[in-house]
C-alpha cells in the first residue's frame, strides 16, 4: 500500500498540519542544527571572502603607491 493511498482518505488537516507538525516535532533539532551550520558556514565564506577583498586593495594600494614614488 502505497503512501498515497494511505492518505488519500485522511482529512485535509492531516496531511497538511498534523504531519508536518510531526516532522517538525521528531527532526525540529536536526533540521535547526543543519540550518545553524550551513549558515554559519556561508558567513565564514563571506568573511573570508571579504578579507581576501580588503587584503588584496591593501596590497594594491601600497604596491601601487610604492611605484609612482620610485617614478619620480
Do not use: C, H, N, Q
Not at 542544527?33 to 596590497?59: D, R, W
Request: charged share 15%; proline share 3%.
Amino acid at each position: 500500500m502505497a503512501a498515497r493511498e494511505m492518505l488519500a482518505g485522511m482529512p485535509w488537516w492531516v496531511k497538511w498540519v498534523a504531519i508536518p507538525a510531526l516532522a517538525l516535532l521528531v527532526f525540529g533539532g536536526l533540521i535547526t542544527s543543519v540550518l545553524t551550520f550551513v549558515i554559519g558556514l556561508l558567513f565564514k565564506v563571506l568573511l573570508f571572502v571579504a578579507l581576501v577583498a580588503g587584503l588584496i586593495y591593501v596590497v594594491r594600494k601600497f604596491s601601487s603607491s610604492g611605484r609612482s614614488r620610485e617614478d619620480w
